[in-house]
C-alpha cells in the first residue's frame, strides 16, 4: 500500500470516528429525551390516575346522592300511598279490641246468667222442699248472684217466710217445753228462735221465756243477762211482769246482793198486785240484813 492509500484510508478511518463520535452524541441526546419523555409520561399518568380517584369519588358522591334522592322519593311516594292505609289498619285494629272486649263481656255476662241460673235453681230447690234453715243460710250466697229483679224479690220473700217459721217454730216448741217444765228443750228451742230473730217484741218474749229456763236449770249467770236484754226490750209491757223478780233472783244467786235488793224493791213497788210482790218484799228484807254483801 502507497502512502496515498494510506492517507486516504486514515482520513476514512477519522471520518468514521468523527462519524461514530456524532452518532454517540446524538444517541445520548436521544436517550436524554427518552428519559425526559419518559418522566412528563410518568407524571401525565400520575396525573391522570388523581383525576380517575376524583372522578371517581366524584362518581361515587353522584351515584350516592342520586341514590338517597331517590330512595327519598320512593319513601314520600310510599308514606303518600300508604299513610291512608296504616290509619285504616290501626282502626281495624282497634275496632278488633273493642270487639274482643265486648265479646269477653258477654261471655262473663252469660256465665254469670247461667251461674246464677244454677244458684237459683239450687236454692229453689230448697225452698220447695221446706229445708227452712238451708234456705236462711244460703242467701248470702244467693244473693251474690246475677239474678233477676224477680228472683231476687221473690227469693228474700221465701227468706223471710222461713226465717219467721223457724221462729215460730223454736218459740213454739220452746214455749210447749217451758209449760212443761222441760227446761233443757225450752233453751234449746229459744235458742234456736233468737239465732234468726234478735230484735222485735217476740225476741224479748223469748229471751224472758229462756232468761227465766236458764234460771230454774240453775244457770244464774247467763239467765241474769238474758233478762237484763229482755227488760231492755220492754218485756214488762207485753204483760211480763215477773220478769224484773227472776232477775232479781239471779243476782241473788250470784251473791250480787245490793243489786238483787234493788231489782226486788222496784219490782215490788212497780207491780204491787203482783202474787210475787210479798216474795219480792220479804226477799229485800232478807238481803238488807246481809252482813256482808258480795258485789
Given at each position: 500500500?502507497?502512502?496515498?492509500?494510506?492517507?486516504?484510508?486514515?482520513?476514512?478511518?477519522?471520518?468514521?470516528?468523527?462519524?461514530?463520535?456524532e452518532q454517540a452524541v446524538l444517541t445520548r441526546k436521544t436517550q436524554g429525551q427518552l428519559v425526559s419523555l419518559a418522566d412528563s409520561v410518568a407524571q401525565v399518568v400520575s396525573r391522570q390516575r388523581r383525576a380517575d380517584r376524583r372522578v371517581s369519588l366524584n362518581s361515587f358522591v353522584a351515584y350516592l346522592l342520586f341514590t338517597i334522592l331517590l330512595g327519598g322519593g320512593f319513601f314520600v311516594l310510599y308514606q303518600s300511598r300508604i299513610d291512608p292505609y296504616i290509619d285504616q289498619?290501626?282502626?281495624?285494629?282497634?275496632?278488633l279490641e273493642d270487639a274482643q272486649e265486648r265479646?269477653?263481656?258477654v261471655e262473663g255476662e252469660i256465665k254469670n246468667r247461667k251461674d246464677a241460673d244454677q244458684a237459683a235453681y239450687e236454692f229453689y230447690q230448697l225452698v220447695r222442699a221446706n229445708?227452712?234453715?238451708?234456705?236462711?243460710?244460703?242467701?248470702?250466697?244467693?244473693?251474690?248472684?246475677?239474678?233477676?229483679?224477680t228472683e231476687r224479690a221473690l227469693f228474700a220473700d221465701a227468706v223471710d217466710r222461713a226465717r219467721s217459721e223457724i221462729v215460730?217454730?223454736?218459740y213454739l216448741t220452746g214455749l210447749d217445753a217451758f209449760r212443761r217444765r222441760n227446761y233443757d228443750v225450752a233453751v234449746t228451742e229459744l235458742r234456736r228462735g233468737l239465732a234468726y230473730q234478735a230484735?222485735?217484741?217476740?225476741?224479748?218474749?223469748?229471751?224472758?221465756?229462756?232468761?227465766?229456763?236458764?234460771?230454774k236449770k240453775g244457770d244464774p249467770e247467763e239467765a241474769a243477762s238474758v233478762l237484763t236484754l229482755a227488760l231492755a226490750g220492754r218485756v214488762e209491757q207485753a204483760g211480763?211482769?215477773?220478769t224484773r223478780f227472776y232477775l232479781a233472783a239471779a243476782l241473788e244467786q250470784l251473791g250480787r246482793y245490793a243489786e238483787a235488793r234493788t231489782e226486788y224493791d222496784r219490782f215490788a213497788s212497780e207491780y204491787p198486785q203482783s202474787p210475787l210482790a210479798p216474795a219480792a218484799r220479804h226477799k229485800s228484807a232478807q238481803l238488807a240484813r246481809?252482813?256482808?254483801?258480795?258485789n
Open positions: 500500500m502507497n502512502d496515498q492509500e494510506l492517507s486516504q484510508l486514515r482520513q476514512d478511518l477519522a471520518d468514521l470516528g468523527r462519524r461514530v463520535e289498619r290501626d282502626q281495624a285494629i282497634a275496632q265479646v269477653a263481656q229445708k227452712r234453715d238451708k234456705v236462711v243460710s244460703t242467701y248470702g250466697q244467693v244473693d251474690q248472684a246475677s239474678l233477676t229483679p215460730d217454730a223454736g230484735e222485735g217484741a217476740r225476741a224479748a218474749e223469748m229471751r224472758y221465756h229462756l232468761g227465766v229456763a236458764l234460771y211480763f211482769t215477773d246481809v252482813a256482808v254483801p258480795r
